[in-house]
């Protein structure tokens, strides 16, 4: 039995942006729960400073990408959550995108307190939930806590040994360039992922590969996956 932890979004210093799939506008700033922004292209168009927090409607589905293109600091991360009341918000890759929500060379961003999956009945390649990417530069900072990542469904034939096998993951946080870091082969630095459920998967649970410093993987649950749970490589 593992006591259900629930992250709070409450906090940071800079803007809050609301998301509602039922009643808000991509006309609309965002600024406020009755100004909210409507769809995943409106996010993926917000220009985010640290300290800002996106936060979905509980109860709420959307269907497609997010990707979040800017950093936070190590004092005021940029946060992605939820608001209201009910189940949490789902983002739905629908098996047409390789990440439901794309990290790509950016630090210090939370993801926390979604639902998230990406499934389709027939696919043609490889599929994760969540990807944290060093392409560059060195990041860091990523947190990933209290999502329920599930029914992650794409290709699982690539031989063990191979890049892919080892970067095919729900969760993944994977290298595709070599990066420095204080003259170290260090793609990523200061990485929590916690508390979170990963389940139904037709690859890896949780993956990281490359060249990392400080990375905690804790209190999560992954079942019925057909890779491993958990895969650290380098």
Partial sequence: FRKSVVFVDYGAAGNIYYVDAINGNDKNDGLSESRAILSLNAVNRLSLKPGDRVLFKRGCVWNGELIIKNSGTKQNPIIIGMYGEGSKPMLNGCGEVMSTVLLSDVSYVTVRNLDLTNYRSSVSDFRTC?????????????????????????????????????????????????????????????????????????????????????????????????????????
């Fill in 130 to 234: 969540i990807s944290a990417v060093s392409r560059k530069k060195t990041v860091q900072g990523i947190k990933i806590q209290n999502n329920y990542v599930h029914s992650v469904k794409g290709l699982f034939d690539c031989p063990s040994g191979s890049a892919n096998f080892y970067t095919f993951g729900a969760i993944s946080v994977k290298s595709e360039k070599s990066a420095v870091w204080n003259g170290e082969d260090i793609n990523f630095q200061d990485i929590i992922i916690e508390n979170n459920r990963v389940e139904r998967v037709s690859g890896n649970g949780i993956t990281a590969y490359g060249g990392v410093r400080n990375l905690s993987i804790k209190n999560n649950i992954v079942n019925n996956v057909r890779g491993d749970g958990i895969i650290l490589a380098q």
